[in-house]
């Protein structure tokens, strides 16, 4: 069964870095047909995609946070990151990373979340 | 974007009543429609595909139709676990995008 896992520091400082990291497991990031997606969720309110990268390593950003955003992969450690700069407090969220079904782009596999708070 | 607009953002409702969820998408997305159950504290779970798709291991009670722009989502007999928040996503085009969800609440 595919399990996938958030990690990363939970306190982030206004102007500074959000990083993040999905470790999988049960399943290789590099198989096709599969991309690897973050979404995040404010405490409260909807989700909102973040972007993606795909098994090939492609990535696609939304454009709201497309300035700001990085995802990488690392196939030896069956792992995908999330990079997000310039943070402030209205980047306060859950973030989930997810498995993308290629082609019809939706997410069958979730991690628990991660809580990040943004405040100095 | 593609806007997605749920109705209703809040509903009550019984114990083995039928309950009927809609999302209408901005512009036409042919089946591109994706439907999530939220439990609090939890990862949404993905309950839907391609609009009326349903995902292994989900009653079948549960069921999705619609195309172009208009969807439902639709519970047969509404069972207490179904008590949650519900989400339609849009996976048609970049950036995806999701309502801001349907709260089923117990009557």
């Known amino acids: ?120 | 974007d593609i806007q997605m607009t749920q109705s209703p953002s809040s509903l009550s409702a019984s114990v083995g009543d039928r309950v009927t969820i809609t999302c209408r998408a901005s512009q036409s997305i042919s089946n591109y429609l994706n439907w999530y159950q939220q439990k609090p504290g939890k990862a949404p779970k993905l309950l839907i595909s391609a609009a009326s798709s349903l995902q292994s291991g989900v009653p079948s009670r549960f069921s999705g139709s619609g195309s172009g722009t208009d969807f439902t989502l639709t519970i047969s007999s509404l069972q207490p676990e179904d008590y949650a928040t519900y989400y339609c996503q849009q996976s048609h085009s970049i950036p995806y995008t999701f309502g801001l969800g349907t709260k089923l609440e117990i009557k």
């Open chain 1, 1 to 120: 069964q595919l399990q996938l896992q958030e990690s990363g520091p939970g306190l982030v400082k206004p102007s500074e870095t959000l990083s993040l990291t999905c470790t999988v497991s049960g399943g290789a990031i590099s198989s096709s047909n599969y991309y690897w997606a973050w979404i995040r969720q404010p405490p409260g309110k909807g989700l909102e995609w973040i972007g993606y990268i795909s098994y090939r390593g492609s990535t696609y950003y939304n454009p709201s946070l497309k300035s700001r955003v990085t995802i990488s992969m690392d196939t030896s450690e069956n792992q995908f990151s999330l990079k997000l700069n310039s943070v402030s407090a209205a980047d306060t969220a859950m973030y989930y990373c997810a498995r993308e079904r290629g082609s019809r782009n939706y997410y069958d596999f979730w991690g628990q979340g991660t809580l990040v708070t943004v405040s100095s």
